[in-house]
């Protein structure tokens, strides 16, 4: 069974359309956060919730917000998609916020 | 503002020859610092943290505060070694679990 899911693993999409990235995790951790990935490899963190509540929010622009239905999803939906988007999304999870942390696969989301 | 420095963005060697990945931070506090791999086709993953001072995989990183260095070593590398390496260092709070990641260097062991 996989750890950390993320729906779809490939996502391409034309400038200007909403769409989400979902990710569910089955180890029963408190933490998620969501990672870009650029290309050039670098990755940063994004967003962090503990127990369904946002306790990281990086400089982020407020076409992308998070949502946490339960502890063990976290959504990322982006609005108005730009071209500089276009990146790797990877979820994780940690037990805590101090834990380890559990990668997904990643969605490439390529914006044309 | 805490950073994380990987100077390499690709180090190659043949198999067998020892290793070094190097990372410098900048950081004030006590920092936690971890070593995340990511072999071809599969998710990133962590190889070790600072903390429990093990070697997994013929690994090693010792955190030396002087330097503020936290380099990663194997004496002699293997062809499935050949993946992209991050380090990374958390807050260390147990707030916020923020991991801050350096830019990542490829280690490719040829043959």
């Known amino acids: 069974d996989t750890a950390v899911s993320q729906t779809p693993k490939y996502l391409v999409t034309q400038m200007g359309n909403d769409k989400s990235i979902k990710c569910e995790q089955n180890?029963?951790?408190?933490?998620m956060y969501w990672y870009k990935q650029d290309s050039k490899k670098f990755l940063k963190i994004m967003f962090s919730?503990?127990?369904?509540?946002?306790?990281i929010n990086e400089t982020v622009p407020n076409r992308f917000s998070p949502k946490s239905p339960d502890k063990a999803h976290l959504n990322l939906h982006i609005n108005s998609l730009e071209l500089g988007d276009s990146a790797v999304y990877f979820c994780?999870?940690?037990?805590?916020?101090?834990?380890?942390?559990?990668f997904g696969a990643g969605t490439r989301l390529s914006v044309l | 503002a805490q950073r994380v420095t990987q100077p390499e963005k690709l180090l190659s060697v043949f198999k067998g020859a020892p290793v070094e990945l190097k990372c410098n931070y900048s950081?004030?506090?006590?920092?936690?610092l971890f070593w995340y791999v990511q072999y071809s086709r599969q998710r990133l993953q962590l190889l070790l943290r600072?903390?429990s001072r093990e070697s997994i995989k013929g690994f090693t990183a010792d955190l030396n505060k002087g330097e503020t260095s936290f380099h990663l070593k194997k004496p002699f590398a293997q062809e499935e070694d050949s993946a992209m390496y991050y380090c990374?260092?958390?807050?260390?709070?147990?707030?916020?679990?923020?991991?801050?990641f350096g830019q990542g260097t490829t280690l490719q062991v040829k043959p």
């Open positions: 994780a999870s940690s037990e805590h916020p101090s834990g380890i942390q559990y």
């Open positions: 950081y004030s506090g006590s920092p936690e």
């Open positions: 180890l029963g951790h408190d933490t």
């Open positions: 600072h903390i």
């Open positions: 919730y503990n127990n369904k509540e946002l306790i």
């Open positions: 990374a260092v958390n807050h260390g709070s147990s707030n916020t679990g923020k991991l801050i």
